[in-house]
């Protein structure tokens, strides 16, 4: 059987680096994205580590023990944009691709060695550069002969020059010193277990006969250790399960009473929302909205639709209404979302009870905005009313 070949995609500080690609007058200066509501540091970019700012610092800390950091609301829907040019590029290397997290992909990369006339590391370093050329976007990349190695080969990366790879007949050396806590897969009880039979780094791991994780730990564990030892036994997973539902909300970075900036950040929902269903190809026939008091109250009411549709063109007027129905005047509120439910695979969805040609227009006219914006960035176009600048200066701006 051919040894496989898998390489680990890593977005170095990714939320961090997204918000210095957009604005580019950040590089350089110590750099922390929040969680919603601004309630602690979820991502730092280096200058901001070297200052001594920690994961999970609760902002109000970070704060004040480090004024001189920029401190930035999370914007998710930009984060996942990003993430969606990253793993489109590594489709031109591979159809073989596990997408871990926002800011993760394992890829097979499995004979690319042959077929381009290039080693693993040249090839590694090949879409490293491309990625960080054409997205703009530092990556580490970690390569070895199966999940978990490439994982620990990530880490590595990290620390040197971006590209790290484990061959297989050094994988004993690379793993020695390495606690079994820092092992991908390996969480704290696990860890406490294995020391108590005498295994406290990696490498030990290997030593092992396969009855004792049969007996102790089961498949899992047999699984750890043959990954360890370079065997590839847990596969790439390319099958990406659709939503069921797709919601968009976030937090105003004020809280406001002003019924135009609330509704222009539901237009600002939902666009988003429906950019998310194209990408699914999906349609839906149920939307609601959503708004929520400075007190958190929640107010929200749905539109069951009589047809499906992927285009805010024809959603935003159900938008409206339903926003008209649940705003109370001199209500101070502090977050909104838009909500899609009843999702229906684009090709076996209802036909609108619009003629068709409109329907149509309108799917066709969203996809236009939507490539538009994956060159040139989200904002770059925006339906009529839908004040996209004006919504991304005001989350966008430097919280203190």
């Known amino acids: 059987m051919k040894q496989k070949i898998i390489a680990l995609i890593d977005g170095n500080n990714f939320f961090a680096s997204c918000e210095i690609l957009m604005n580019p007058r950040l590089k350089g200066k110590p750099v922390c994205v929040l969680s919603n509501n601004d309630g602690c540091v979820i991502a730092r970019s280096n200058e901001a580590k070297k200052i001594g700012i920690t994961m999970g610092m609760p902002y109000f800390m970070a704060k004040k023990s480090f004024p001189e950091a920029v401190y930035l609301s999370a914007n998710f829907a930009l984060y996942h944009d990003i993430s969606q040019r990253m793993i489109q590029m590594l489709g031109n290397y591979s159809d073989k691709i596990d997408v871990y997290s926002i800011d993760e992909a394992f890829i097979d990369i499995t004979g690319l060695d042959k077929i381009l006339k290039i080693d693993y590391y040249e090839l590694a370093q090949k879409i490293k550069y491309e990625i960080e050329d054409k997205i703009g976007i530092s990556v580490s990349v970690g390569i070895a002969s199966s999940k978990v190695l490439a994982k620990v080969a990530s880490h590595k990366a990290k620390k040197l020059n971006g590209v790290y790879f484990i061959e297989t007949n050094l994988i004993n050396a690379e793993l020695a010193g390495i606690p079994v806590e820092d092992i991908w897969g390996v969480g704290k009880n696990i860890a406490r277990s294995l020391k108590q039979y005498g295994i406290f780094y990696a490498n030990e791991i290997c030593l092992k006969d396969d009855e004792f994780y049969r007996r102790i730990y089961g498949k899992k564990g047999l699984e750890l250790k043959y990954e360890l030892m370079g065997k590839s036994v847990i596969p790439l997973s390319s099958i990406v399960e659709k939503p069921k539902s797709i919601q968009r909300t976030r937090a105003f970075p004020e809280f406001s009473k002003d019924k135009n900036y609330i509704m222009t950040e ?49 959603l935003i007027k159900y938008i409206r209404k339903l926003f008209d129905k649940i705003f109370l005047e001199n209500v101070i509120y502090r977050s909104s979302g838009v909500y899609a439910g009843c999702l229906t695979d684009r090709d076996e969805a209802q036909l609108c009870l619009f003629p068709k040609k409109t329907e149509n227009k309108c799917s066709n006219i969203s996809s236009v905005v939507d490539k538009i914006e994956y060159k040139y960035g989200k904002g770059a176009i925006s339906f009529g009313t839908l004040g996209l600048k004006n919504i991304r200066q005001k989350h966008k701006r430097i919280v203190h």
């Open 266 to 314: 539901l237009e600002f929902h939902l666009h988003n929302v429906c950019k998310k269903l194209r990408e699914n190809g999906l349609k839906t026939s149920l939307i609601y909205v959503m708004l929520r008091t400075k007190d958190f109250r929640v107010f929200c009411l749905e539109k069951k639709l009589d047809f499906n549709t992927d285009s805010e063109i024809l």
